[in-house]
């Protein structure tokens, strides 16, 4: 009886444990935006764990943040034509060349922006978070533009559309007449 006990208490309890894993979790799933911000600060940390030597989050600077950005684009998708390259400047090239693939501006724009949401929630001050140094800022600025150039398709940024408010005539007032507002702009 005494080994039951032993047994219990090292094993963390394990009749109450078994009973939780029983039970339906009344936690939502996490947004597709929650699920990619918490798989890249993963990444992020496990990037910063294998630097020689470690770098600690408390310590990660924004030229952390640019050497992650470098090392991304290994795995990027985006053809990239090089200055020497013959289809350099053209939006669809008709033949293959061996420019390099590349992170795409707006993979890199959305991801140092889940980065510099993520590096908040877990506690860090806005005033010293490195995803949103005025560095990191230039950096997308000059991919983004040398994408743009080596494309041949130059970025624009999208208008933002304003609203239209209707002005609702006051039902108490009386309409001017046309000869009212004649004489209101010739004035």
């Given at each position: 009886m005494s080994g039951d006990i032993t047994r219990d208490s090292a094993e963390g309890s394990s009749r109450s444990s078994n009973n939780h894993h029983n039970q339906p979790q009344t936690?939502?799933?996490?947004?597709?935006?929650?699920?990619?911000?918490?798989?890249d600060w993963n990444t992020f940390g496990q990037y910063l764990k294998n630097q020689r030597p470690p770098v600690a989050l408390s310590h990660c600077s924004c030229n952390h943040v640019l050497d992650f950005l470098r090392y991304l684009d290994q795995f990027g998708?985006?053809?990239?034509h090089l200055h020497g390259c013959v289809f350099f400047g053209q939006p669809d090239p008709p033949a293959?060349?061996?420019?390099?693939?590349?992170?795409?501006w707006g993979s890199l724009d959305a991801l140092i922006g889940r980065l510099r949401a993520a590096y908040e929630e877990h506690g860090g001050a806005p005033?010293?978070?490195?995803?949103?140094?005025?560095?990191?800022?230039?950096y997308l600025r000059e991919v983004r533009d040398c994408q743009a150039?080596?494309?041949?398709?130059?970025?624009?940024?999208?208008?933002?559309?304003k609203k239209k408010t209707q002005i609702k005539p006051n039902v108490d007032e009386p309409m001017p007449s046309s000869k009212q507002q004649l004489s209101s702009l010739a004035a």
């Open positions: 936690t939502a799933p996490l947004s597709r935006y929650e699920s990619q911000k918490r798989r998708k985006t053809k990239v293959p060349c061996t420019c390099p693939l590349r992170q795409a005033e010293t978070n490195p995803f949103g140094n005025g560095a990191i800022r230039v150039k080596a494309r041949g398709i130059p970025y624009r940024k999208k208008k933002k559309k």
